[in-house]
Protein backbone atom coordinates (compact mmCIF):
# COMPACT_ATOMS: atom_id res chain seq x y z
CA UNK A 1 0.00 0.00 0.00
CA UNK A 2 0.73 3.99 -0.10
CA UNK A 3 3.79 5.12 2.22
CA UNK A 4 3.97 7.92 3.89
CA UNK A 5 3.27 10.90 1.68
CA UNK A 6 4.71 14.86 1.99
CA UNK A 7 4.00 17.53 0.54
CA UNK A 8 6.19 20.41 -0.89
CA UNK A 9 9.07 18.26 -1.32
CA UNK A 10 10.68 21.25 -1.26
CA UNK A 11 9.68 24.95 0.11
CA UNK A 12 11.86 27.91 -0.38
CA UNK A 13 10.37 31.11 1.47
CA UNK A 14 11.45 34.52 3.01
CA UNK A 15 11.94 35.30 6.28
CA UNK A 16 9.62 36.58 8.23
CA UNK A 17 7.01 34.55 6.00
CA UNK A 18 4.42 31.99 7.00
CA UNK A 19 4.96 27.93 5.92
CA UNK A 20 2.45 25.19 6.33
CA UNK A 21 3.80 21.32 5.80
CA UNK A 22 1.94 18.80 5.16
CA UNK A 23 1.95 14.74 6.21
CA UNK A 24 -0.59 11.91 5.02
CA UNK A 25 0.29 9.42 7.28
CA UNK A 26 -0.38 5.37 6.63
CA UNK A 27 -3.79 4.70 6.71
CA UNK A 28 -4.98 3.30 10.38
CA UNK A 29 -1.58 4.36 11.73
CA UNK A 30 -2.90 6.16 14.83
CA UNK A 31 0.67 7.56 15.87
CA UNK A 32 2.12 10.51 13.79
CA UNK A 33 5.21 12.24 14.61
CA UNK A 34 7.22 15.27 13.19
CA UNK A 35 11.21 15.19 13.38
CA UNK A 36 13.42 17.95 12.03
CA UNK A 37 16.80 16.94 10.41
CA UNK A 38 19.40 19.43 9.82
CA UNK A 39 23.06 18.24 7.89
CA UNK A 40 24.34 15.44 8.89
CA UNK A 41 22.65 15.02 12.30
CA UNK A 42 19.87 12.37 13.16
CA UNK A 43 16.43 13.23 13.13
CA UNK A 44 15.30 15.73 15.76
CA UNK A 45 11.81 15.00 17.54
CA UNK A 46 9.70 17.80 17.42
CA UNK A 47 6.12 16.43 17.91
CA UNK A 48 3.89 13.54 18.81
CA UNK A 49 0.37 12.82 18.03
CA UNK A 50 -2.21 10.27 19.06
CA UNK A 51 -5.08 10.22 17.07
CA UNK A 52 -6.46 13.62 16.76
CA UNK A 53 -4.39 15.32 19.90
CA UNK A 54 -0.78 16.07 20.30
CA UNK A 55 0.07 13.81 23.15
CA UNK A 56 3.74 15.07 23.19
CA UNK A 57 5.12 18.47 21.75
CA UNK A 58 8.06 18.70 23.93
CA UNK A 59 10.58 19.12 21.11
CA UNK A 60 8.91 22.36 19.65
CA UNK A 61 11.79 24.77 19.43
CA UNK A 62 9.49 27.69 20.63
CA UNK A 63 5.89 29.27 20.00
CA UNK A 64 6.53 29.93 16.07
CA UNK A 65 5.73 26.00 15.87
CA UNK A 66 2.61 24.73 15.78
CA UNK A 67 0.84 21.41 14.10
CA UNK A 68 -2.84 19.90 13.77
CA UNK A 69 -3.94 16.80 12.81
CA UNK A 70 -8.00 17.91 13.05
CA UNK A 71 -9.37 14.28 11.97
CA UNK A 72 -7.16 11.54 13.29
CA UNK A 73 -4.69 11.48 9.94
CA UNK A 74 -2.99 14.52 7.74
CA UNK A 75 -1.16 16.44 9.53
CA UNK A 76 -0.16 19.92 9.07
CA UNK A 77 3.08 21.25 10.61
CA UNK A 78 2.67 25.56 10.81
CA UNK A 79 5.91 27.61 11.14
CA UNK A 80 5.42 31.46 11.70
CA UNK A 81 7.53 33.81 10.83
CA UNK A 82 10.41 31.73 9.89
CA UNK A 83 13.88 32.64 10.39
CA UNK A 84 16.79 31.35 8.41
CA UNK A 85 17.74 29.18 11.40
CA UNK A 86 14.27 26.96 10.48
CA UNK A 87 16.30 25.81 7.51
CA UNK A 88 15.96 22.19 7.61
CA UNK A 89 14.72 18.59 6.35
CA UNK A 90 11.18 18.25 7.97
CA UNK A 91 10.52 14.42 8.20
CA UNK A 92 6.55 12.92 9.24
CA UNK A 93 6.63 9.74 10.26
CA UNK A 94 3.52 7.30 11.45
CA UNK A 95 3.06 3.52 13.55
CA UNK A 96 0.84 1.61 14.29
CA UNK A 97 1.68 2.05 17.98
CA UNK A 98 3.97 3.29 20.16
CA UNK A 99 6.74 1.80 22.10
CA UNK A 100 8.40 -1.28 20.47
CA UNK A 101 6.72 -0.84 17.13
CA UNK A 102 8.87 0.72 13.45
CA UNK A 103 8.12 4.19 12.33
CA UNK A 104 7.38 4.52 8.90
CA UNK A 105 9.40 8.00 7.45
CA UNK A 106 7.57 10.07 4.56
CA UNK A 107 10.73 11.52 2.55
CA UNK A 108 10.90 14.91 4.00
CA UNK A 109 10.06 18.42 3.17
CA UNK A 110 13.22 20.67 2.90
CA UNK A 111 12.85 23.44 3.51
CA UNK A 112 14.93 26.88 2.72
CA UNK A 113 14.75 30.19 4.60
CA UNK A 114 16.23 32.96 2.37
CA UNK B 1 21.10 14.52 29.85
CA UNK B 2 20.52 11.63 27.79
CA UNK B 3 23.18 10.89 25.07
CA UNK B 4 23.87 9.00 22.14
CA UNK B 5 27.04 8.29 20.35
CA UNK B 6 27.59 6.80 16.93
CA UNK B 7 31.16 5.56 16.25
CA UNK B 8 32.65 7.49 13.66
CA UNK B 9 30.90 9.39 10.91
CA UNK B 10 32.26 7.93 8.71
CA UNK B 11 33.37 4.10 7.81
CA UNK B 12 34.88 2.72 5.03
CA UNK B 13 35.27 -1.24 4.52
CA UNK B 14 35.96 -3.53 1.35
CA UNK B 15 33.00 -5.40 -0.14
CA UNK B 16 32.37 -8.86 1.30
CA UNK B 17 33.73 -7.98 4.89
CA UNK B 18 31.79 -7.36 8.27
CA UNK B 19 30.77 -3.53 8.93
CA UNK B 20 30.48 -3.14 12.59
CA UNK B 21 28.48 -0.15 14.05
CA UNK B 22 28.18 1.31 17.40
CA UNK B 23 25.92 2.72 19.07
CA UNK B 24 26.59 4.09 22.88
CA UNK B 25 24.14 5.89 24.94
CA UNK B 26 24.41 7.23 28.43
CA UNK B 27 21.73 8.90 30.95
CA UNK B 28 19.21 6.50 29.51
CA UNK B 29 17.46 3.09 30.35
CA UNK B 30 15.67 2.17 26.87
CA UNK B 31 13.17 -0.77 26.79
CA UNK B 32 14.06 -0.81 22.96
CA UNK B 33 16.60 0.24 20.54
CA UNK B 34 15.93 0.37 17.21
CA UNK B 35 17.97 0.91 13.84
CA UNK B 36 17.37 2.65 10.40
CA UNK B 37 18.94 3.00 7.41
CA UNK B 38 18.97 6.72 5.58
CA UNK B 39 20.04 7.53 1.94
CA UNK B 40 20.62 10.91 1.02
CA UNK B 41 17.44 12.57 0.23
CA UNK B 42 15.20 10.07 1.64
CA UNK B 43 13.43 8.99 5.25
CA UNK B 44 14.89 6.57 7.50
CA UNK B 45 13.81 2.88 6.64
CA UNK B 46 13.33 0.57 9.50
CA UNK B 47 15.49 -2.05 10.01
CA UNK B 48 15.81 -3.98 13.29
CA UNK B 49 14.45 -3.60 16.47
CA UNK B 50 15.78 -5.51 19.82
CA UNK B 51 14.24 -5.00 23.19
CA UNK B 52 15.88 -4.90 26.85
CA UNK B 53 15.68 -8.35 27.55
CA UNK B 54 17.25 -9.86 24.21
CA UNK B 55 20.71 -10.15 23.34
CA UNK B 56 20.78 -10.41 19.71
CA UNK B 57 18.70 -10.19 17.40
CA UNK B 58 18.91 -11.11 13.59
CA UNK B 59 17.60 -10.69 10.04
CA UNK B 60 19.29 -11.39 7.15
CA UNK B 61 22.71 -10.36 6.43
CA UNK B 62 22.18 -7.87 9.69
CA UNK B 63 22.83 -8.76 13.42
CA UNK B 64 22.12 -6.36 16.37
CA UNK B 65 23.01 -7.26 19.91
CA UNK B 66 22.27 -4.84 23.48
CA UNK B 67 24.04 -4.70 26.25
CA UNK B 68 22.42 -3.15 28.59
CA UNK B 69 25.15 -3.66 31.24
CA UNK B 70 27.44 -2.04 28.24
CA UNK B 71 24.76 0.67 27.79
CA UNK B 72 26.15 -0.42 24.18
CA UNK B 73 24.31 -1.91 20.90
CA UNK B 74 26.15 -3.16 18.08
CA UNK B 75 25.06 -3.37 14.15
CA UNK B 76 26.72 -5.74 11.94
CA UNK B 77 26.40 -6.36 8.16
CA UNK B 78 27.74 -9.61 7.15
CA UNK B 79 28.71 -10.05 2.99
CA UNK B 80 28.99 -6.38 3.21
CA UNK B 81 27.97 -5.13 -0.61
CA UNK B 82 28.20 -1.74 -1.98
CA UNK B 83 24.32 -1.58 -2.05
CA UNK B 84 24.70 -1.45 1.85
CA UNK B 85 26.38 1.80 1.36
CA UNK B 86 23.92 4.32 3.38
CA UNK B 87 23.90 6.19 6.71
CA UNK B 88 22.62 3.91 9.59
CA UNK B 89 20.80 5.62 12.61
CA UNK B 90 20.83 4.54 16.10
CA UNK B 91 17.23 5.22 18.33
CA UNK B 92 17.60 4.01 21.84
CA UNK B 93 13.77 4.31 23.17
CA UNK B 94 12.15 4.23 26.14
CA UNK B 95 9.03 1.66 27.34
CA UNK B 96 6.89 4.32 28.28
CA UNK B 97 6.41 8.53 29.62
CA UNK B 98 7.24 10.76 27.08
CA UNK B 99 9.28 8.54 25.15
CA UNK B 100 6.74 7.54 22.49
CA UNK B 101 9.40 9.51 19.83
CA UNK B 102 12.64 8.22 18.57
CA UNK B 103 15.87 9.95 20.13
CA UNK B 104 18.15 9.23 17.36
CA UNK B 105 21.94 9.21 17.28
CA UNK B 106 23.94 11.11 14.23
CA UNK B 107 24.50 8.36 12.93
CA UNK B 108 27.56 6.36 10.93
CA UNK B 109 27.96 7.17 6.76
CA UNK B 110 29.04 3.60 6.00
CA UNK B 111 30.53 3.05 2.66
CA UNK B 112 31.42 -0.25 0.68
CA UNK B 113 34.00 -0.37 -1.39
CA UNK B 114 33.79 -2.77 -4.40
Known amino acids: GAGVSQTPSNKVTEKGKYVELRCDPISGHTALYWYRQSLGQGPEFLIY????????DSGLPNDRFFAVRPEGSVSTLKIQRTERGDSAVYLCASSSGTGGYEQFFGPGTRLTVL | SQKIEQNSEALNIQEGKTATLTCNYTNYSPAYLQWYRQDPGRGPVFLLLIRENEKEKRKERLKVTFDTTLKQSLFHITASQPADSATYLC?????????????FGSGTQLTVLP
Open chain 2, 91 to 103: APQLRSGSARQLT
Open chain 1, 49 to 56: FQGTGAAD
